[in-house]
């Protein structure tokens, strides 16, 4: 989702250009409402107002730039998230308002890569606050027991050592309060917290709900209930 931050420039742009010419037409010049410049202005700025309500607080549209959640998700794919469910976040805040849930095993979630937060990343959440996390030959233990994994897509079958990476054997891990451990389906081209570390709940963005394009690809996004 590296492309979100290029596409808010554009969109805030836009936004503050509509503002401008919305206080210009209406308190500078005083245009009459019948007038043509103000019947074009007005209703594209009513238009821009209720759009970035809905973006900020309710659902936002994402698109899909990497493999690594492959073959849930793939590359191309034009996703719509609920950004309200893990709660609403205050603009240009930290703060998160009316929290309905918490993210739950088994969920694909939208956040904002903590390396990197002008980064939109989507993965699943495998780890959640006070699990233990371990991976064994590519095989995820939580709190000892192996997790059932009927989404998972290998496309390497080669085993590492975790002295030469993380990918296929990590931990094991306590994960954090208030912190989840997340992994990409493609569990063998993912940069996800076997490289960089647990996912803070303030960076999350949303839980991903249903791919709307292309229209051969249009489906609900599955979460799986993970014991």
């Known amino acids: 989702l590296g492309d979100v931050y290029k596409r808010q420039i554009i969109y805030w742009s836009l936004f503050v250009a509509l503002t401008i010419g919305e206080i210009l037409v209406v308190f ?16 594209a700025f009513e238009a821009i107002i209720i ?7 309710v659902i936002q549209a994402f698109k899909i730039p990497t493999s690594s959640m492959e073959d849930t998700l793939l590359i191309g794919d034009h996703l719509i998230a609920n950004k309200f ?73 080669r085993i590492f050592p975790r002295d030469f990476t993380p990918r296929d054997n990590f931990g094991p891990v306590k ?20 490289f960089w570390g647990f996912l803070e709940y303030k960076y999350l963005r949303g839980k991903a709900w249903f791919v709307y394009w292309p229209p051969t690809r249009w489906k609900i996004i599955k979460h799986y209930r993970l014991n």
């Open 175 to 194: 994960v954090p309060e208030n912190s989840y451990f997340v992994m990409g389906d493609n569990r063998d081209f993912s940069l996800d917290s076997r």
């Open 85 to 157: 469910i893990y709660g609403t976040h205050i603009p240009f805040t930290d703060k998160i308002i009316l929290k309905i849930t918490k993210p739950k095993r088994g969920d694909v979630v939208i956040f904002r890569y903590p390396k990197d937060t002008k980064l939109m990343f989507i993965k699943r959440c495998i780890g959640l606050p006070g699990d233990i996390v371990e991976i064994k030959d590519k095989k995820v233990y939580i709190n000892g027991k192996e997790l059932k994994e009927p989404y998972i897509y290998h496309k390497d079958m």
């Open 28 to 43: 500078v010049f005083k245009l009459p409402k019948k007038h043509i410049v103000r019947d074009w202005v007005e209703p």
């Open 51 to 57: 759009a970035t309500i809905i973006r900020t607080f």
